[in-house]
């Protein structure tokens, strides 16, 4: 069992590494891999296509399918036939994902950068550069440290 201050680094260790770089997934999926004996290159990379909702076409938020990859990790069935497994993992990942969407408005990167529609970024394929302008028009940053909030009170609930 993990103690609220060590979950509180997890979630500021998020938020750090966002503000290094890193896609809001790589960032929450980073910060607690560890516990489910993942390392935070192979988390990185595991994560890494889902920046800017899902290959910046701005589906799915990052920070969001942060929590359902983890969700995954913590309580994901492994034997295809277990259908109470899959059934447990499955309200987990709605419960996080309606806590998420309460506190943000919604689930999809495009709203939630105010974009209309699900169109993909211009460029989409070419990352945007990290810059002070950058992180002043992106929630991105408090969105990450949501996403990593509500998995980190979920682990504290569970124990």
């Given at each position: 069992?993990?103690?609220?201050?060590e979950?509180?680094?997890?979630?500021?260790r998020?938020?750090?590494?966002?503000?290094?770089?890193?896609?809001?997934?790589?960032s929450?999926?980073?910060?607690?891999a560890?516990?489910?004996?993942?390392?935070?290159?192979?988390a990185?990379?595991?994560?890494?296509g889902?920046?800017?909702?899902?290959g910046?076409?701005?589906?799915?938020?990052?920070?969001v399918?942060?929590?359902?990859?983890?969700?995954g990790?913590?309580c994901?069935?492994?034997?295809?036939?277990?259908?109470?497994?899959?059934?447990?993992?499955?309200?987990?990942?709605?419960?996080?994902l309606?806590?998420?969407?309460?506190?943000?408005?919604?689930?999809?990167?495009?709203?939630i950068?105010?974009?209309?529609?699900?169109t993909?970024?211009?460029?989409?394929?070419?990352a945007?550069?990290?810059?002070?302008?950058?992180?002043?028009?992106?929630?991105?940053?408090?969105?990450?440290?949501s996403?990593?909030?509500i998995?980190?009170?979920?682990l504290?609930?569970?124990?």
């Amino acid at each position: 069992m993990m103690t609220n201050e060590e979950l509180e680094e997890r979630v500021a260790r998020a938020v750090d590494n966002f503000m290094q770089g890193y896609g809001c997934c790589q960032s929450v999926v980073a910060a607690f891999a560890d516990l489910y004996g993942m390392d935070d290159t192979l988390a990185k990379k595991i994560a890494a296509g889902f920046g800017g909702g899902v290959g910046r076409l701005r589906m799915m938020c990052g920070a969001v399918s942060g929590i359902v990859m983890l969700v995954g990790l913590d309580c994901g069935q492994t034997e295809g036939s277990d259908r109470e497994g899959k059934s447990a993992c499955y309200k987990v990942v709605q419960d996080l994902l309606a806590r998420s969407k309460a506190e943000n408005g919604s689930l999809i990167c495009a709203e939630i950068l105010g974009l209309k529609g699900y169109t993909k970024a211009p460029n989409s394929y070419v990352a945007s550069a990290r810059t002070a302008e950058y992180y002043k028009t992106r929630p991105c940053a408090a969105k990450v440290e949501s996403a990593a909030r509500i998995f980190a009170d979920y682990l504290k609930l569970r124990s």
